[in-house]
């Protein structure tokens, strides 16, 4: 599996971008499928994630009701809509799947996830 992340960018305090990530491999229910980010110096953060094929998804609460994450499954793509965004929210954004079905309680976890995308960068100027 190879992910594809897209759509950073540097943007103003207050605007929005979506980012994406193409899956080369095909996605299956309960697949964990999640955003996360770093900044130098620190660890990665968890941003947002869902189980594929499941209707739920979960947010930092950092980013809770600002960011949206959603699917398409003709393109097998996940979504990552960023409003509102804020200078803290400057960072390289990471997709990430895993390889088998991810319980609940892991989905926040960086080492639930087996497959990693690039990384994009989203800079935001106060």
């Known amino acids: 599996v190879q992910l594809q992340a897209s759509g950073g960018g540097l943007v103003q305090a207050g605007d929005s971008l979506r980012l994406a990530c193409a899956a080369s491999?095909?996605?299956?229910?309960?697949?964990?499928k999640a955003w996360f980010r770093q900044t130098p110096g620190k660890e990665r953060e968890f941003v947002a994630a869902?189980?594929?094929?499941?209707?739920?998804?979960y947010y930092a609460d950092s980013v809770k009701g600002r960011f949206t994450l959603s699917r398409d499954n003709a393109k097998n793509t996940v979504y990552l809509q960023m409003n509102g965004l804020k200078p803290e929210d400057t960072a390289v954004y990471y997709c990430?799947?895993?390889?088998?079905?991810?319980?609940?309680?892991?989905?926040?976890?960086?080492?639930?996830?087996?497959?990693w995308g690039q990384g994009t960068l989203v800079t935001v100027s106060s």
């Open positions: 990430a799947a895993s390889r088998a079905g991810t319980i609940l309680s892991a989905l926040r976890g960086v080492s639930s996830y087996d497959y």
């Open positions: 491999g095909r996605s299956f229910r309960g697949q964990g």
């Open positions: 869902m189980r594929w094929g499941v209707d739920n998804t």
